[in-house]
């Protein structure tokens, strides 16, 4: 399947992320660095041709307040779509993580994802990104997170969109999606 060009947007640092705990559909304030972070998308959005763009952001405060800051002076109108929340993670939400079973294998911290109680789960988040997917008419700016964001880039992309893992999870930067491949911009 072909996709229109995207660039999507991690939020900026959470206080609960620099906590190490889930938020899934909870909130919490971006810290001063995930302030920077969204100004740091700005700056890279601003070198950007988004003639023909839309703009879409997650309701989630987290993003919507990163989405008023990266688009700020780009985007003349943002609209939410609940469609790029984060992945809901049940109980689990506002749980720091080391209090959580660490499945093994490769890697723990996403199997928590799979295995929270009452939570969302992959198969189910992929069903919610491939619907979101299939309704873009054109290129478009998304504002979302992490694990939402990793899932709409693999589908775009295939396992190639996670074969370098950021340090930073993909706040402060942008990822380029255009043509089945996939550009980190930073």
């Given amino acids: 399947m072909s996709h229109p060009e995207l660039l999507i947007l991690r939020h900026g640092e959470t206080t609960w992320n620099a906590e190490n705990r889930l ?3 909870l909130n919490s304030p971006l810290t001063e660095k995930g302030l920077r972070d969204a100004a740091r998308q ?3 959005l601003e070198t950007c041709d988004l003639s023909g763009f839309v703009f879409l952001t997650s309701p989630q405060g987290r993003a919507f307040q990163t989405a008023g ?3 700020a002076g780009i985007a ?3 609209r ?3 469609r790029l929340r984060e ?3 049940g109980d689990w939400s506002g749980r720091l993580r080391d209090e959580l079973p660490m499945p093994p294998g490769k890697d723990p911290f996403m199997a928590q994802y799979e295995i929270a109680p009452n939570g969302e789960g992959f198969a189910r988040l992929k069903q919610r990104c491939r619907a979101f997917l299939a309704d873009l008419t054109g290129p ?3 504002v979302t997170h992490g694990i939402t964001g990793s899932m709409i880039r693999g589908l775009v992309v295939g396992e190639k969109a996670h074969a370098a893992r950021t340090a930073h999870g993909g706040q402060g930067c942008v990822y380029h999606l255009k043509n089945g491949v996939q550009f980190l911009l930073e």
């Fill in 87 to 89: 992945i809901g993670v």
């Fill in 76 to 78: 003349d109108h943002i």
């Fill in 23 to 25: 938020q899934g559909e």
């Fill in 69 to 71: 800051i990266a688009l």
């Fill in 42 to 44: 700005r700056a890279i």
């Fill in 80 to 82: 939410t779509d609940d």
């Fill in 140 to 142: 478009a700016v998304l």
